[in-house]
């Protein structure tokens, strides 16, 4: 691609994985694991201007990112290992207005998972209409995809959060800085069901005041996705790179308030996945200058 990066040139720059690399186990059983592997993909040149994406290189990002976690060389092969051709597969999205999941973001996964042999019929894209939505009623596979921001309840808008539409209830887990997110994870029509996080890191926002608050000075064009097989990992970085933004762009240490705590009780408490930076694999694919972690 012109001005910008290949799957190929991803894959050089950051180094792909060897052929025999240890896929990520399922989740439940990551935090039994002694590290959790996690693809950061970064290409600045995929955020066009004022939060627009280019479709095409963000396909490309998405298909070296996924290829790059299970040790596959080549896309399809890759998705092939993300989902089978009998599965049901709901895509969990974020329609939320300011800094929603990019379109072309959605429609890369549709085309992936099709690919990957699963009837279109059985594949559906939905966020606040999950529960009554038939597909994700008998979905065997999820896929979780939402851009990170500041949030007024959890202090991050994260992964685990992403979930919280799976309860007619999201209100009842505002208590502690949403703490208690990761009961979501575990409830019957979720456990054990999402075979890839997508932690969309495009035009992050990294500071707001108040519910639903938005202002573009306080995002930047990162360019990057974060992509993991264990939403707390994928989180955990996210988390890590918004704590380096604000130092950088405030000049001191200003923690986030409400704290993103949810993400270490996603460990401590529902053994989601891995919390501790020291414990997470990060490949790195693409542009490394200004990745912050």
């Not at 399809?76 to 709901?90: E, H, N, Q, S, T």
């Not at 988390?239 to 401590?268: K, L, V």
Request: with cysteine; proline share 7%.
């Amino acid at each position: 691609m012109n001005d910008g990066l290949t799957r190929r040139t991803l894959i050089e720059r950051g180094g792909l994985l060897a052929a025999g690399a240890i896929v990520a186990p399922a989740l439940g059983a990551l935090a039994a694991a002694e590290k959790a592997r996690v693809v950061l993909v970064r290409d600045p040149s995929v955020v066009i201007a004022e939060g627009a994406v280019d479709g095409g290189k963000l396909a490309e990002m998405l298909d070296a990112a996924v290829a790059a976690l299970v040790g596959e060389r080549e896309p399809a092969a890759a998705w092939r290992r993300i989902v089978r051709p009998a599965d049901v597969v709901g895509i969990k999205s974020n329609v939320w207005r300011n800094l929603p999941t990019p379109p072309a973001l959605e429609a890369a996964i549709t085309r992936r998972v099709v690919e990957a042999g699963v009837a279109e019929q059985a594949v559906a894209i939905d966020d606040h209409g999950i529960l009554a939505n038939p597909v994700f009623k008998a979905a065997t596979a999820l896929i979780n995809a939402r851009p990170l921001r500041t949030h007024h309840w959890a202090g991050l808008g994260t992964l685990l959060k992403n979930y919280i539409m799976f309860v007619p209830d999201p209100w009842s887990y505002h208590d502690n800085a949403c703490e208690r997110l990761g009961a979501v994870w575990q409830l019957p029509h979720v456990a054990g069901r999402t075979r890839l996080n997508v932690l969309v890191m495009l035009t992050p926002l990294f500071h707001g005041t108040g519910p639903h608050h938005f202002n573009r000075a306080y995002t930047w064009p990162y360019g990057g996705l974060v992509v993991s097989r264990d939403p707390v990992a994928a989180d955990a970085v996210g988390a890590a790179i918004i704590a380096a933004q604000r130092r950088a762009h405030f000049g001191e240490d200003r923690p986030i308030q409400p704290p993103p705590h949810h993400i270490e009780a996603a460990e401590r408490l529902f053994k989601l996945g891995v919390a501790d930076l020291a414990r997470i694999d990060l490949v790195r694919l693409g542009e490394p200058r200004g990745s912050l972690i």
